[in-house]
């Protein structure tokens, strides 16, 4: 075989092997975006998480859970703690002091505690509690990950 024919094989066999990976990946995508759109499905996988959840996560008894739909602020940033500050802007115009607790129980989760103090008087307060996981990265791979809010909580503390 001539060294033309063998380049041209070599470069239509790699048009074909890109062309596969990307169905491949094209596909798994968007089977699990089906599922996720499935409403039948979803009540019963979210019934069976939500379960699931309240077993792995019994701090979460502690707090009355506030919809993602609610929050005042975006539910993606680069920053744990400013992403769960901006999510409750309105905890700053309460007055009083506020404490701010970050903690990383696994490498891609984020538990994010905001205690807010009324007054003079440190017995009565107002705890939030944001859970995140890493999105993804931003643009390089050198820059930090990008952080979701999950689930977001509050607790009056009398």
């Known amino acids: 075989m001539s060294a033309k024919l063998k ?3 070599i470069v239509i066999l790699s048009i074909f092997a890109t062309a596969g990976a990307g169905v491949y990946i094209t596909q798994s995508q968007q089977s699990a975006l089906i599922a996720e759109t499935s409403d039948a499905q979803t009540q019963q996988v979210g019934a069976i998480h939500q379960s699931q959840e309240v077993v792995a996560y019994s701090e979460r008894s502690n707090f009355k859970t506030i919809p993602l739909e609610k929050l005042n602020s ?9 992403l769960a500050l901006n999510a ?8 009083g002091t506020r404490k701010v607790e970050v903690a990383y129980p696994q490498r891609n989760q984020a538990l994010v ?6 007054g003079g008087d440190d017995s009565v307060g107002i705890k939030y509690r944001v859970e995140m996981t890493t999105f993804g990265r931003s643009l390089f791979i050198s820059s930090p990950p990008v952080w979701q809010i999950v689930w977001a909580g509050v ?3 009398e």
């Open 7 to 9: 380049f041209f094989l």
């Open 74 to 82: 975006s539910l993606q940033g680069s920053d744990p703690a400013t």
């Open 88 to 95: 409750f802007d309105d905890i700053a115009s309460v007055g």
């Open 113 to 118: 505690t905001i205690t807010q103090i009324k």
């Open 155 to 157: 607790s009056s503390q």
